[in-house]
């Protein structure tokens, strides 16, 4: 081991060799050292004292040694020497024992007071906190090795440790400098983290995410070569005298050296690259400076590299006083993760001493330099003083050095070049003379150092923060679609519009919300929360933001110029939604005080006189919003415990002790499984997971914009049938309550309780298809599929529309809605009638697809229907075998394309072969499905199918999770809207040609050329173009210099509004409209087909025919399903007879598709728009 001869070297170079008086008890080899360096002439005539004191004895003794001696040899050749002289033993082993607790200590409270920082303001955990968190983990098994390390003599002469205390030195050593290479990385790994949560710049981004890999990268490498260097890896600390026979042994000094290389190359890239981005700061040069030296305390981690680079180097020299450099090295070995740690948590230590009483202290002090205020401080002066919503001509306290020009019209967004010559870009406002300038924020304290991310727009206004940009962005969408929702529940309410289409869009609106949230604040992590975006917007201040924020509508003639104006204060507390979290808050906190599922007694005493009968249009404004907080309060009462019921059931009737804290409320946890609500189980959980908190849980932290979205969109659906709705520019509309707008109309249609039509109703239709099964004698092959069909129908009648909960749950608390309907949850919610519904709609059709795919009477009669329309049997097609073979034509038909002839090689490749691969799969896939679905969507999804494959829209939306941009090509059905926008977007090879993609290769199979293509894509751009954009002037005059818009009329691309207009109508057209494929119940459709089949089977046998008594009574291959064989025979068209019963059984039992639908008539005109649409909505003649 070279670096312990070395230290051994050094140690005989110190105290020589003086045991001429005790020669016997040398090694051989120090006798024959001894002897050579004494026959030297120079040394031959002096004493023992010379020689103990004559360094180029020293010198000529170490170099014998070191060269022919092991280094116990020499170790015990030293030690006898040393004694002979009289020479002290050394101990500096204290000197490393105090400098390791020193920093050690250092080291935890820096990361100790990070930690209770982020404790105490519930600051989002990053990434970077998990390697801080883990670096000061490995900061003890560090220090309690160098203790140790210590303890077994190092910092002694090392002639003075037994064999076993190298052992263990060494042993120690190795596994020290194991964590040590650890440390370092995960220090470094914490402070690039960091880097990553507040510099947005793309470039810098991807430079520091390549830093990271190399630094992950190369500790990864440097321990894998440590442990491997010296193989077996026990040789590190055995074989410390370099004299084992076996193994694998590598000189480590190269590794030790390239990583210290290495190692200080990075800390040094590390304080280069952020002050890149801090150098182009919009600040004074004094406080640039100040913020430039906060980000540059890394160079006290250069400077502890560097320090113990020049040790470790000199040390393994093996120059004279190594054994001090290698102590030393040691040292800074210690010193250095220590210091990593320290310059990774100094960002926080402010803050945290800031919660220690820190600022009472500062207050005491004579003066406060301005070069001590925080960075954070510094950032948002600059960047989020654009949040100011003061008016024109009003001073604000809170404007730092630089103020912003006002106007009575609020920002829109991001700062721009001026337009026009001669415009000025921005005007710069003095502080007012004897005022102090308050540079406290409240939305400061929202947002730490780490969740600011900073950009330049071009240097022409200064800095603004992209955080801020995507808070304007997310609020707007906010208003707009609740606008828009607001008016699809107005149609449901007074036109009629069936409610699982609004159910169904208002998911795409929610999911959209959602995708924006986590969109635009993937890089704010914690900082997506609705409190938090709006104590941004609104500065901490709801109250005082309220009535800053203004609304202007103009009206432009044919020439664009304007002519009429009308402006207004936009209330924020609607169109910001802070009424539906005010409300969802306050109920979460009543709810959380007992848990009981009863409010506390305040609550009570102002919720209890709510009236569903209340006159809206005679109230004033505040009393028709507290009539909604009742409302709202009331509703989630009851959606809470209904939601709970099953938990709370099995705790107070069974005697289970489950902890409602802790209990997994989502849709997709354990209690999952248990049906209590169709289309609202993600929101159902989350609020009740919010509910079920203990009290004084803070659950501000859990609720996000779309919990809030969702709650609004509620509220509204129940509002607007009451007559009440709100417009960004009109305020409070007023008028007659819907008189055919009650909650449950579709639903009820949809299940038909009642039984009124035969065929038409879901849950008669169980009912009639459980009796023909059991006559045809049918029931045992679809015993097990039936029952889940049941289990359908009994969560429909349970919980679709109505709820057990209406007539009272054992210890389950009644209806908060009880004084005037017991089921309120349902009557008083349009919103949760209308997902139920949708989801329903949903269930009804994947188990009608999965019906048909098991039996085969559905495309046996279809085929058979189809023949004798062919062959001229029957006169005219029946109605509704010809919708169906229409709306299903690529399922009942290979290519889509109806048969003319060879009927029954048509049936054989519509339904593939039986004993096929792709069949055999198939039922695999179900086994799989069956096992390891979490839903019932799950269980039934159509994919498993091999013949039923297609979904509806509704399904398809679903899998999407209500993302249309998810929706895949293949996916979207010809001629639905969707699928032309989709096609628009197919780029253009030449003027008269199209890419050849999915969605171009589907329209061409139908017979479209690329020229029809084009044109018909361009009608929809027409959309987005059918706007008058805004004059500029119109702009100047009514945004504040050094503001620009985002662009919106004229765009070539539809809004998110138009997308929602063309997935609305395909939904219509799915559910109600001219594509009805939801509205059918495949139920009842399927009784009809088995009643006329069985038809079919008795006027054959009566007629004595023999295609029946060969089916039925043959010896062929299909004895199990003699149905099969007699589609087949009859296929085969040499029995006339036969087709012609089949034509005129047909004939008789005609019925035409509209028998089967779920409603009562169906939509097949496109809807107008009405003629009063609210100006509002749109954002193509408003400046907000």
């Given at each position: 081991m070279k670096r312990l001869k070395l230290h051994i070297g050094a140690t005989a170079l110190s105290f020589g060799v003086a045991a001429a008086q005790a020669p016997t008890e040398l090694p051989e080899c120090g006798m024959n050292c001894l002897s050579k360096v004494v026959a030297e002439p120079v040394f031959s005539n002096s004493t023992q004292e010379q020689l103990c004191h004559d360094e180029m004895f020293y010198a000529a003794m170490s170099k014998c040694l070191t060269q022919v001696c092991t280094a116990m040899e020499t170790l015990r050749t030293v030690n006898i020497s040393a004694t002979e002289c009289g020479l002290p033993i050394r101990n500096n082993g204290a000197a490393l024992e105090i400098s390791s607790w020193t920093i050690?200590?250092?080291?935890?409270?820096?990361?100790?007071?990070?930690?209770?920082?982020?404790?105490?303001?519930?600051?989002?955990w990053g990434l970077d906190d998990t390697f801080m968190l883990l670096s000061a983990g490995f900061l003890i098994p560090q220090a309690v090795l160098t203790q140790l390390m210590v303890e077994n003599g190092v910092g002694r002469d090392i002639w003075t440790l037994s064999d076993s205390e190298m052992v263990t030195s060494f042993k120690l050593f190795f596994f020290h400098q194991l964590n040590y290479f650890l440390l370092l990385g995960l220090a470094k790994a914490s402070i690039l983290a960091f880097y990553l949560r507040i510099f947005p710049d793309r470039k810098f981004r991807i430079t520091v995410w390549l830093t990271q890999t190399f630094n992950l990268s190369s500790t990864f490498v440097c321990l894998i070569v440590m442990l491997t260097l010296r193989r077996p890896v026990a040789l590190n600390w055995e074989d410390w005298e370099g004299i084992y026979p076996y193994g694998r042994v590598r000189s480590q000094e190269l590794l030790y050296l390239t990583h210290a290389m290495l190692n200080i190359t990075l800390d040094v890239w590390m304080v280069i690259i952020p002050t890149t981005q801090l150098y182009y700061l919009g600040l004074k040069i004094r406080k640039k400076i100040g913020v430039i030296a906060m980000f540059s305390v890394g160079i006290f981690l250069i400077i502890s590299s560097v320090v113990r680079f020049v040790y470790l180097r000199s040390f393994l020299s093996g120059k004279q006083g190594t054994e001090k450099r290698a102590l030393k090295a040691l040292i800074w070995a210690c010193i250095e993760p220590c210091v990593g740690v320290m310059v990774g948590c100094s960002p926080n230590i402010r803050h945290a001493f800031k919660i220690l009483g820190g600022e009472e202290w500062e207050k005491t002090s004579a003066a406060t330099s301005d070069d001590a205020e925080d960075v954070e401080q510094i950032l948002f002066a600059n960047k989020f003083q654009e949040l100011s919503v003061d008016k024109e001509g009003e001073s604000s306290d809170e404007d730092d050095d630089v103020g912003q020009p006002q106007s009575p019209v609020a920002a829109r967004t991001v700062s721009r070049k001026p337009r026009g010559k001669g415009?000025?870009?921005?005007?710069?406002?003095?502080?007012?003379?004897?005022?102090?300038?308050?540079?406290?924020d409240p939305a400061t304290d929202e947002i730490p150092i780490e969740s600011i991310r900073i950009i330049e727009d071009n240097g022409e206004v200064g800095l603004v923060t992209d955080y801020l940009l995507a808070v304007y962005s997310t609020v707007k969408e906010w208003a707009d679609l609740r606008a828009y929702t607001q008016s699809l529940w107005k149609e449901v309410a007074y036109e009629g519009l069936n409610s699982a289409v609004a159910g169904a869009v208002s998911n795409l609106t929610i999911s959209m919300v959602?995708?924006?949230?986590?969109?635009?604040?993937?890089?704010?992590?914690?900082?997506?929360?609705?409190?938090?975006?709006?104590?941004?917007?609104?500065?901490?201040?709801?109250?005082?933001?309220?009535?800053?924020?203004?609304?202007?509508?103009?009206?432009?003639?044919p020439d664009g110029e304007q002519?009429?104006?009308?402006?207004?204060?936009?209330?924020?507390?609607?169109?910001?939604?802070?009424?539906?979290?005010?409300?969802?808050?306050?109920?979460?906190?009543?709810?959380?005080?007992?848990?009981?599922?009863?409010?506390?007694?305040?609550?009570?005493?102002?919720?209890?006189?709510?009236?569903?009968?209340?006159?809206?249009?005679?109230?004033?404004?505040?009393?028709?919003?507290?009539?909604?907080?009742?409302?709202?309060?009331?509703?989630?009462?009851?959606?809470?415990?209904?939601?709970?019921?099953?938990?709370?059931?099995?705790?107070?009737?069974?005697?289970?002790?489950?902890?409602?804290?802790n209990v997994d409320w989502s849709a997709s946890g354990p209690w999952g499984v248990h049906r209590v609500l169709f289309g609202l189980n993600e929101f159902a959980g989350d609020i009740t997971s919010m509910a079920m908190k203990k009290p004084g849980?803070?659950?501000?932290?859990?609720?996000?914009?779309?919990?809030?979205?969702?709650?609004?969109?509620?509220?509204?659906?129940?509002?607007?049938?009451?007559?009440?709705?709100?417009?960004?520019?009109?305020?409070?509309?007023?008028?007659?309550?819907?008189?055919?707008?009650?909650?449950?109309?579709?639903?009820?249609?949809?299940?038909?309780?009642?039984?009124?039509?035969?065929?038409?109703?879901?849950?008669?239709?169980?009912d009639l298809l459980k009796q023909i099964l059991e006559k045809d004698g049918k029931m045992a092959q679809h015993k097990d599929f039936f029952e889940i069909i049941k289990i359908a129908q009994l969560d429909f009648v349970d919980f679709l529309g109505e709820h057990k909960y209406t007539t009272g749950l054992d210890t389950i608390p009644p209806s908060r809605f009880a004084d005037h309907n017991p089921n309120g949850l349902q009557e008083y919610s349009p919103f949760l009638c209308g997902v139920g519904l949708e989801e329903g709609l949903e269930i009804a059709y994947r188990i009608g697809m999965f019906l048909w795919e098991r039996m085969p009477e559905p495309t046996l009669m279809i085929h058979l229907h189809n023949a004798v329309v062919q062959k001229g049997y029957l006169s005219r097609p029946v109605g509704l075998c010809a919708t169906l073979e229409d709306l299903f034509k690529h399922t009942f038909f290979a290519h889509g394309r109806k048969p003319k002839s060879g009927f029954v090689d048509a049936l054989l490749a519509s339904v593939g072969q039986p004993g096929s691969r792709q069949a055999q799969a198939q039922r695999q896939a179900i086994r799989y499905r069956r096992r390891f679905a979490e839903n019932v969507h799950q269980l039934f999804d159509l994919e498993i199918n091999q013949i039923f494959k297609r979904n509806s829209m509704l399904t398809t939306c679903r899998r999407a999770g209500w993302n249309l941009e998810a929706i895949p090509d293949e996916e979207l059905q010809f001629g639905s809207m969707m699928f032309f926008e989709r096609l628009s977007r197919a780029k253009h090879v030449s003027e008269k040609e199209l890419e050849d993609t999915v969605l171009v290769q589907k329209a061409r199979t139908v017979g479209m050329t690329d020229k029809e293509i084009i044109e018909a894509t361009n009608k929809l751009s027409s959309i987005a173009n059918n706007t008058l954009e805004v004059p500029n002037e119109v702009l100047d005059r009514y945004a504040p210099e050094g503001f620009q818009f985002p662009p919106s009329a004229g765009s070539e691309a539809l809004d998110g509004r138009d997308i929602l207009e063309l997935a609305k109508f395909d939904i219509l057209s799915d559910v109600a409209g001219i594509a009805p494929i939801s509205s059918l119940n495949y139920l009842g459709v399927t009784c009809w087909l088995l009643i006329t089949f069985g038809r079919i089977e008795e006027r054959l046998k009566e007629a004595g025919n023999p295609v029946y008594f060969e089916a039925y009574e043959g010896s062929g291959p299909w004895k199990s399903e003699k149905r099969v064989a007699l589609a087949l025979l009859a296929l085969k068209g040499d029995n006339e007879e036969c087709l012609r019963i089949v034509a005129d059984t047909l004939n008789e039992a005609r019925s035409g598709f509209m028998d089967f639908i779920y409603w009562e008539d169906l939509e097949t005109e496109p809807r107008e728009r009405e003629a009063d649409v609210d100006p509002s909505l749109g954002n193509e003649c408003t400046v907000m």
């Open positions: 050690f200590s250092l080291a935890m409270l820096f990361a100790a007071l990070r930690f209770m920082w982020k404790y105490f303001e519930r600051s989002h415009k000025k870009a921005r005007k710069y406002k003095k502080p007012k003379k004897g005022k102090k300038q308050d540079t406290k959602k995708r924006t949230n986590v969109a635009i604040f993937v890089d704010f992590p914690g900082h997506d929360t609705y409190e938090t975006i709006m104590n941004t917007i609104t500065r901490g201040n709801m109250d005082r933001a309220q009535g800053k924020f203004r609304l202007a509508l103009f009206a432009l003639d002519h009429s104006q009308k402006e207004t204060a936009v209330d924020i507390k609607e169109q910001f939604l802070i009424h539906a979290y005010q409300d969802l808050r306050d109920f979460v906190l009543d709810f959380q005080a007992n848990r009981t599922g009863k409010p506390t007694k305040a609550m009570q005493a102002k919720i209890s006189k709510w009236d569903p009968n209340f006159n809206l249009e005679r109230a004033t404004n505040e009393e028709r919003v507290n009539w909604r907080r009742c409302y709202t309060i009331k509703w989630l009462y009851d959606l809470v415990n209904v939601f709970s019921s099953i938990v709370v059931q099995r705790n107070t009737v069974r005697g289970e002790k489950h902890v409602y804290e849980t803070d659950i501000t932290k859990m609720i996000y914009p779309h919990h809030v979205f969702q709650m609004q969109c509620i509220v509204d659906s129940f509002t607007v049938s009451r007559g009440w709705s709100l417009s960004a520019l009109h305020g409070h509309m007023l008028e007659a309550p819907a008189k055919k707008g009650r909650a449950r109309r579709d639903v009820d249609l949809f299940l038909d309780r009642q039984n009124k039509r035969v065929f038409a109703g879901y849950c008669q239709t169980v």
